[in-house]
């Protein structure tokens, strides 16, 4: 599987950005997918995730009610929707699936997962 993300750029604070991520090499209709961002000098930290067959998602408390992942399986994309960004959200946004999976379950953990994009920048000023 290869992903390939997009979307990020520069905005203002309180502004809002999508971030796409397609795969490539198979459908994904049954991999867990997620997002991670990081920063200069810091690890990896999760931001959301979705299970296969959409529904229930998971946030971390930093970009809850502000971020919504989303997923359209019959294009392979993952989406990130970004509303109210803050300066603290300023980092490159990875995604990630692992899968194919039996179960529908929800992986917040970098380890969970095996297959990343090649990152976005997203840069958001004060």
């Known amino acids: 599987v290869q992903l390939q993300a997009s979307g990020g750029g520069l905005v203002q604070a309180g502004g809002s950005l999508r971030l796409s991520c397609a795969a490539s090499?198979?459908?994904?209709?049954?991999?867990?997918l997620a997002w991670f961002r990081q920063t200069p000098g810091e690890e990896r930290e999760f931001v959301a995730a979705?299970?296969?067959?959409?529904?229930?998602?998971y946030y971390a408390d930093s970009v809850k009610g502000r971020f919504t992942i989303s997923r359209d399986d019959a294009k392979n994309t993952v989406y990130l929707q970004m509303y109210s960004l803050k300066p603290e959200d300023t980092a490159v946004y990875y995604c990630?699936?692992?899968?194919?999976?039996?179960?529908?379950?929800?992986?917040?953990?970098?380890?969970?997962?095996?297959?990343w994009g090649q990152g976005t920048q997203v840069t958001v000023s004060s």
């Open positions: 990630a699936a692992e899968g194919p999976l039996a179960t529908m379950t929800i992986r917040i953990h970098e380890y969970e997962y095996r297959y």
């Open positions: 090499g198979r459908t994904f209709s049954t991999y867990a």
């Open positions: 979705m299970r296969w067959s959409g529904g229930r998602a």
